[in-house]
């Protein structure tokens, strides 16, 4: 079992996220110590990871939180839940190829800069 602050450290996420997530009703059924203390599960650690990484997709808290209610209702959302992810799996191709053109533009100005700087070297000297 852990604290809050240990399960925030663990999926990188802070306190506050956690119990925001908490009571927009993506972790639920978190079991409290004798004191009131919030006390994760290793599977309260596995299922946060797995909403940190739909959220890092671009995932709303509202599309999340389907995904999460099909979860429960078992295997007969098992295509509906694919085509979910599959969803998000393009979502994430056309974020990458996006950052890839960034990349490149970036390349190209930081050789256009290289360039001058060397061309502005060569008549200093």
Known sequence: MYTIHQAAKLVGLSP???RYYEK?????????????VRAYSEDDIKN????????STGMSIA?????????????S???????IIKHQEEVTLRQIEALH???ETIKK??????????K???EDT
């Open 109 to 118: 100005k930081v050789a256009y800069y290289d360039a001058l700087l060397a």
């Open 63 to 75: 599309q999340i939180h389907d995904y999460l209610a099909l979860c429960q209702e078992g295997d």
């Open 101 to 103: 053109q960034q990349l």
């Open 24 to 36: 927009e009703g993506l972790i639920s059924h978190v079991r409290r110590d004798s004191r009131g």
């Open 48 to 55: 946060i990871q797995l909403i940190v990484c739909l959220r």
């Open 120 to 122: 502005t070297n060569r």
């Open 77 to 83: 959302t098992l295509s509906v839940r694919r085509e």
């Open 16 to 18: 506050y996220s956690l």
